[in-house]
C-alpha cells in the first residue's frame, strides 16, 4: 500500500509550521506577556525544523522512485526547485530595498544594519547561511532558504544513500541521528549553542541530518505500514507529547526531533485516507512559503505604519490589531503567491526546461 501521490496533510501542516514561527516573530510587541503563562510561541522557531524534516521527506516522496528507475535528471530538478524558491525571496528583497530607499529619504530612524549592502551578493545566490553573511541581515527567515538550496545542491548524494540503504531504513534513520548530534556537538564546540539554534551564521549544517531524517523516514514508511488505528491513536500521543515539549520548553534537541514522528504519522494517515480532495487548508499550506517569507517585513513596515503614522498603537499591540494583521498578511501572502510565485515559477520551468532540451552543437 503506497502513499498517494498529494501528501494533503503534510501540505496542511506547512502553513501551521509557517504560523508558528510567525508567531514567535510576533509574540515580542504584543501587550500580553504570553511567554510568563507557555512556552508555546516562544519555542515557534521549531517550525523550521518541521519544514526541514518534512522537506526531506517530500522530496524523497516525488523523486525517488524516479531516482531508482532512471528516470532522475538532476538539471530539471535544480531547476524546478530554484524556481519554487528564488523569485519570492528576490521580490523581498526588492521590497526591502525600496523600503530602505524611502525610510532614507523620508529620514525615518531604521535600523541600518538590517540592510547591509555587503550581505546582498550572498543573499541574492542564496548562500548566505553557508557562513558567507553570519549577521542577521535583509529578510531574517530566508536563512533557511538558503540552507534549502544546499539540500537541493547536494541531493543526488542523499538520493545515492537512500538507494544503498534501500533496504535498511532503521540504520539510514540512525545515520541521520547520529549525524545530527555530532553537527550539534560541533556547533556547540564553535558558538556554545545546540544545533537547532543554528540559523543566519550557519544553519546550513541545521538542514543536513534533519533533510536526511525526512528521506529515512520515507524509507520506513516503504518498508512498513501502520495499521489505521494504531496510527491515529500514536500521532494524537506524539502530538500532545511535542505540545508539552513546546510547552514546557524541553531541550532543544528533543522538540526539534519529536517532529520526524509527527511526519510520519500524518503520511501514515494520508496513505490511509487516501484523499485527493483539496480545499481551504490545502490552499493555506500552498501560500504557506509566502506566509514564512513575508511576514517579518510585513510586521516591520505594518507596525511603523500603524505607530509613526496612524497611531494607532504606542510600543505594544492588542491581540485584536496582532489578529487584524495576521488575517491582512495571509491575505497579502495569498496574493504574491498568486502573482509573483505561481507564474514566476511556470515562466522560470518553461525557461529551464527550454535551456535543458536544447541541442548542443557539435
Given at each position: 500500500?503506497?502513499?498517494?501521490?498529494?501528501l494533503l496533510s503534510l501540505t496542511r501542516l506547512r502553513f501551521f509550521a509557517a504560523l508558528w514561527v510567525v508567531f514567535y516573530h510576533w509574540r515580542a510587541p504584543w501587550d500580553f506577556d504570553v511567554d510568563a503563562t507557555t512556552q508555546l510561541l516562544a519555542m515557534g522557531r521549531f517550525g523550521v525544523d518541521l519544514f526541514f524534516i518534512l522537506s526531506g521527506f517530500v522530496l524523497a516522496h516525488v523523486y525517488l522512485r524516479a531516482r531508482e528507475e532512471g528516470r532522475f535528471n538532476f538539471a530539471r530538478f535544480l531547476v524546478a526547485r530554484f524556481a519554487r524558491i528564488w523569485p519570492l525571496h528576490i521580490a523581498v528583497i526588492l521590497f526591502l530595498l525600496l523600503v530602505w530607499f524611502v525610510a532614507a529619504a523620508l529620514e525615518v530612524p531604521f535600523e541600518a544594519d538590517r540592510f547591509a549592502v555587503a550581505d546582498l551578493p550572498a543573499n541574492i545566490l542564496m548562500i548566505h547561511a553557508w557562513g558567507f553573511a553570519p549577521d542577521l541581515s535583509w529578510n531574517g527567515p530566508s536563512w533557511s532558504i538558503s540552507a534549502e538550496w544546499f539540500a537541493y545542491l547536494t541531493f543526488p548524494a542523499y538520493?545515492?544513500?537512500?538507494?544503498g540503504l534501500k533496504h535498511r531504513p532503521w540504520l539510514l534513520l540512525?545515520?541521520?541521528?547520529?549525524?545530527?548530534?555530532?553537527?550539534d556537538q560541533l556547533h556547540l564546540r564553535l558558538f556554545s549553542e545546540t544545533l537547532p539554534m543554528?540559523?543566519?551564521?550557519?544553519?546550513?549544517?541545521?538542514?543536513?541530518?534533519?533533510?536526511l531524517i525526512g528521506i529515512g523516514?520515507?524509507?520506513?514508511?516503504?518498508?512498513?505500514?501502520?495499521?489505521?488505528?494504531?496510527?491515529?491513536?500514536?500521532?494524537?500521543g506524539v502530538l500532545a507529547v511535542y505540545l508539552l515539549a513546546a510547552h514546557f520548553a524541553w531541550d532543544d534537541r528533543v522538540i526539534a526531533l519529536l517532529g520526524a514522528p509527527i511526519i510520519f504519522l500524518l503520511a501514515e494517515l494520508d496513505r490511509h485516507k487516501g484523499e485527493t480532495r483539496t480545499g481551504a487548508m490545502s490552499y493555506l499550506g500552498d501560500i504557506s512559503y509566502s506566509v514564512y517569507m513575508i511576514h517579518v517585513p510585513f510586521f516591520m513596515v505594518g507596525f511603523n505604519l500603524l505607530q509613526d503614522v496612524l497611531g494607532v498603537v504606542d510600543q505594544t499591540v492588542s491581540w485584536p490589531v496582532l489578529l487584524m494583521m495576521l488575517v491582512v498578511m495571509i491575505g497579502v501572502s495569498a496574493g504574491t503567491y498568486e502573482w509573483i510565485?505561481?507564474?514566476a515559477r511556470t515562466?522560470?520551468?518553461?525557461?529551464?526546461?527550454?535551456?535543458?532540451?536544447?541541442?548542443?552543437?557539435?
Open positions: 500500500m503506497s502513499y498517494p501521490a498529494n538520493l545515492m544513500t537512500a538507494l540512525g545515520i541521520a541521528a547520529v549525524l545530527f548530534f555530532a553537527l543554528a540559523t543566519e551564521r550557519f544553519g546550513v549544517i541545521r538542514i543536513i541530518p534533519e533533510f523516514l520515507y524509507r520506513l514508511g516503504q518498508a512498513y505500514v501502520l495499521p489505521r488505528p494504531v496510527a491515529r491513536y500514536a500521532f494524537i510565485e505561481r507564474p515562466r522560470l520551468r518553461a525557461w529551464g526546461e527550454a535551456l535543458i532540451s536544447r541541442p548542443r552543437r557539435p
